[in-house]
């Protein structure tokens, strides 16, 4: 039930784009999307909720596709700062999903000068 | 920042060994979790609480125990250290829990980084 990411990894130049994808086989209420530095805790970006509403912080946005069950999150423009690793979780719409937020392997994002 | 302070921030045990460790918040939320973080897999879930009292299994519970006797305190426990246990031990706090739409953050406090030789 875990949610898959793609890519594992992206390498970026300042300024440029990039789009991390989250893909669920359950259909949910809602994807986090969290970042990880290295060596410190996840930090909580955004919720994106049934709907496709999308949503922003700083230059980052995300969506959200109810009917595939996939949520993309955008780094545009990407500065030194986006570096780290970003992990989507999930809500499922299951009953023996209560209380569990499912994350992602994570996409490692480096982005150089 | 959320007030969420995990102890003790760094281990080094051997196996067979007992090892308790605690996660302290000062935000007054229901809902708190226990993960472990291993490369390749991102975070999972080892168990929960949605009150005092109040746990239940994540999904790699195996080999480990919590309590929660006090709103603000959760406590993991390996009751006997394997290897296979050395990870980053991450606690989450929530104002409710997911799973149920209304669709609250969890926050994370620092980690542990346990190692068993």
């Given at each position: 039930q875990q949610p898959v990411q793609s890519p594992q990894a992206v390498i970026l130049r300042e300024g440029e784009d990039a789009v991390i994808n989250c893909s669920s086989s359950k259909a949910l209420y809602s994807v986090h999307w969290y970042r990880q530095k290295h060596g410190e805790a996840p930090v909580f970006l955004m919720i994106l909720l049934k709907g496709g509403e999308q949503k922003g912080h700083e230059k980052i946005s995300a969506s959200f596709n109810e009917k595939k069950q996939q949520s993309s999150l955008y780094l545009t423009?990407?500065?030194?700062?986006?570096?780290g690793t970003y992990f989507c979780g999930t809500e499922v719409m299951t009953t023996d999903s209560w209380g569990k937020l499912q994350f992602g392997a994570g996409t490692q994002v480096v982005v150089t000068p | 920042d959320a007030g969420i302070t995990q102890s003790p921030r760094h281990k080094v045990t051997e196996t067979g060994t007992p090892v308790t460790l605690r996660c302290h918040q000062t935000e007054n939320h229901r809902y708190m979790y226990w993960y472990r973080q291993d490369p390749g897999h991102g975070l999972r879930l080892i168990h929960y609480s949605y009150g005092v009292k109040d746990t239940d299994k994540g999904e790699v519970s195996d080999g480990y125990s919590v309590s929660r006797s006090k709103t603000e305190d959760f406590l993991l426990t390996l009751e006997s250290a394997t290897s296979s246990q050395t990870s980053v031990y991450f606690c989450a706090i929530s104002e409710s829990p997911p799973g149920t739409g209304y669709n609250q953050p969890q926050h994370f406090g620092d980690g542990t980084r346990l190692s068993i030789l």
């Open positions: 423009a990407s500065q030194l700062s986006y570096s | -």
